[in-house]
């Protein structure tokens, strides 16, 4: 609580202690009242003119209700007494008023005001906190001064005061702790006030009922006031008139405490017990009631059938007594000796709730049916009571004899009879009630007669309130006190699944505290109290049922779904089960002002937590799919469809685990430019993995689009790590050196040589670098160059695959717009039709959406052309000129290249297919990249390398040939073999030359090989130039060609 709350919350409660003090006044005059009246009735004075003649007349129910009104005195006192925290905030609100005292103006309070408002503040102290209520009552001034009504020297009314609190505790002893018993309890507690009452205004003892009444404490150590308030009569008489207790020696006294603990021990062994017997008594007597209120009514059995259903109802309202009784003195009684208890007990008083609930519920399925029965017995009833009435009136009347005793009597019966014609309401219940205490005086009753209509009368009591009698005994407000008992009984509940619908009798208690709290004062609303009840409460379902029962539901789930798996033992019959479906057959439990559907809490959160692990691991779709369509078939959750792109069966390797391990991927899959397909370079497997456009664009779906752009940028970090090995290799000194002799050998022979680079010059350099040094592979640096060159080229395919794979999306997506030239826009169409705003948002979205796959469609983005623009102006910069030198390198790699090819194919047809392949058109790419990349197209074109060596393989297959044609004649068989091996041996040279020479021709065309970069800059001067003039002055809306992340 934050520091000033309280004092705030007691300024709030001070109106209403104001009201108490003006009810507990009240209070006060009516007791003075009623002892007035009452001594006026009894005068001992034999000369004094008497009201009525009182002799042998007792109004026993007068003394009830005084009791009444005393134990709701005793309450008030009790209620304070136990309530530690306003007595706290009172001194804290006295102490802030003291502080205001010396500075008023700060407070804006005038200092006149303070002074009446703090005398006001000590009254209410006095009068109500300082747990005087009762006592100031019993020490009222009975006696008039002004000679008025005598009380405490009128020795007839307290003979009279005496003979009725006995004659009352004769009635009250005989049934206490009895299965018949109704309030006796409560009328036990008015007859100990009402005993020191009687102490208080005659000053005296009767030591024998004294004694009685502390024998009680045996049978009843502790009673409930009300909610969580428990009193203890032997504390209440021994603390009010010490003077009776002294003469009563310390052990007696000492034995009822030590009685009151092993009270509550026997009660907590025998809670088990009692909860199996109500658990009997309470199911038979709901199926008699059933069957009673559902029998026709026979017209010639009816008052015998309206006995039965009163006999019923009565039945039902002794056991919500009894069991009310049990829970509320021992969890109170737990409470307030601060005394732990067993799971055992809470369990046991649990289940007590659920059966008082349960005949509250009883009395109000059938309301109607009861309803309509109360107003025939009543009437049943009364018929009863005036038959006894008019037999006693008879009597009466035939005594000729006349007396004005006879004549009160006589008027008294018709009185009770007339009252007893009319609607059983309180007051005419009273009546009568008072009119035969003075009725059945002079034996106008026979003894026979009088017991069975004192029957009929509480008969009448009971059954003329009902409703308000059930429902008092079934209020569970008391369980605030004791909110600790509930997470342990949703633990039970969760246990033993079997019984889950007894939760709605819980809740329903639980509801029982709402009315109670409504009344609150000291906050600003009492909305706010019954917040953070609703929340407390909920919090404590969440995390003892429901998330439990989730995490059941979902293990359960997983575990059948994988057992494929060596997982836990899970026989029914070693490690038990629980049916945790009949959660799910529970109707929704109503608790304030909602419903709360467990069936629909464990759907929703399976839901939830089968959408989000498929998104993040969308493979796992099967598996999430086969745990729904199980959580139909075993509990009946009706699951929601998750709708995620699930991956199709010929995905293929996924583009996310390609683009994590682009470097892995680069090098383990070869490259077909035509077919735009990469395969698999070798596999454990007996087969081949294959990607191409189809598993990309699949791919796509699954991801988005947004994916494409993350690609590219990974693709750009890989290559940058690429050229980085690049240029160390161009810059190594061996390399370097060679390569410029190679440029400067050129230049000198070219002429001679007719601008072709010869082959020889290209041969020399290959096999000469192997010199250098050979891997354990057996591989020379050229042939790691060309790996490196073709690792470049695969990952520039596979960039090209991403956007052909977009594309074909794309135009997927939009097939089923009818003309891409003119789409409609939705959110104008919308707005003309003036829908409402969650509408014109959606139309916004789907306008966003066709217009991105349109031009996704269109025209996809020029990926090749960010990373050329990216990489070349670092590649042209004088600091890497060693870079220039790449050109000449160019003819000893495709030599390298073509041999590396050759001996791929040829392992095609061996049985030892490892390093086999038929295609690498990476390196192709890779070539024409760097070209590009370096602007050294013509350069390379320069050396017309390809027709040099065309020329060279032609030359050489012409003279074999020729050669065969003068051998033919020799008839040398194996000479001719050779030569035919020869031949085949320079055609297939001269195949693969070509074919490699079509694909870096065609790989050429993607990076424009036909301009140069001097060509490109010139184009774009001119289109830049253009866009000014059509935009006249305005600023240049240029686009970065760098890719999205560099």
Known sequence: MVEGDCQVQMGRLISFLQELSCFVTRCYEVVMNVVHQLAALYISNKVAPKIIETTGVHFQTMYEHLGELLTVLLTLDEIIDNHITLKDHWTMYKRLLKSVHHNPSKFGIQEEKLKPFEKFLLKLEGQLLDGMIFQACIEQQFDSLNGGVSVSKNS??????????????????????????????DKYVGICGLFVLHFQIFRTVDKKFYKSLLDICKKVPAITLTANIIWFPDNFLIHKIPAAAKLLDRKSLQAIKIHRDTFLQQKAQSLTKDVQSYYVFVSSWMMKMESVLSKEQRMDKFAEDLTNRCNVFIQGFLYAYSISTIIKTTMNLYMSMQKPMTKTSVKALCRLIELLKAIEHMFYRRSMVVADSVSHITQHLQHQALNSISVAKKRVISDKKYSEQRLDVLSALVLAENTLNGPSTKQRRLIVSLALSVGTQMKTFKDEELFPLQVVMKKLDLISELRERVQTQCDCCFLYWHRAVFPIYLDDVYENAVDAARLHYMFSALRDCVPAMMHARHLESYELLLDCYDKEIMEILNEHLLDKLCKEIEKDLRLSVHTHLKLDDRNPFKVGMKDLALFFSLNPIRFFNRFIDIRAYVTHYLDKTFYNLTTVALHDWATYSEMRNLATQRYGLVMTEAHLPSQTLEQGLDVLEIMRNIHIFVSRYLYNLNNQIFIERTSNNKHLNTINIRHIANSIRT??????????????????????????FMYDEHIKSRLIKDIRFFREIKDQNDHKYPFDRAEKFNRGIRKLGITPEGQSYLDQFRQLISQIGNAMGYVRMIRSGGLHCSSNAIRFVPDLEDIVNFEELVKEEGLAEETLKAARHLDAVLSDHT????????????????FAPEFRRPKNIHLRNFYIIVPPLTLNFVEHSISCKEKLNKKNKIGAAFTDDGFAMGVAYILKLLDQYQEFDSLHWFQSVREKYIKEIRAVAKQQNVQSTSQDEKLLQTMNLTQKRL?????????????????????????????????????????????????ENTVSADPVVK
């Open 987 to 1035: 055609e297939v040279y001269l195949q693969e030359f070509e074919l490699l020479y079509f694909s870096l021709s065609s790989a050429r065309i993607f990076f424009r090989a036909d301009k140069t970069a001097a060509e490109e800059n010139q184009e774009k001067k001119e289109k830049e130039e253009e866009t000014k003039t059509s935009n006249g002055d305005l600023p």
């Open 855 to 870: 031009r996704n469609s269109a025209e996809g983005t020029e990926y090749f052309k960010m990373l050329v623009d990216v």
């Open 703 to 728: 991801h988005g689009t947004g994916i494409m752009n993350t690609t590219v940028n990974f693709t750009y970090q890989f290559l940058k790590k690429k050229f980085y090995i690049f240029s160390q």
């Open 156 to 185: 007839t009314f307290a003979e009279e005061f005496a003979h009725s609190i006995r004659s009352v505790f004769a009635n009250v002893e005989a049934k206490l702790g009895e299965p018949s018993e109704i309030d006796q309890r």
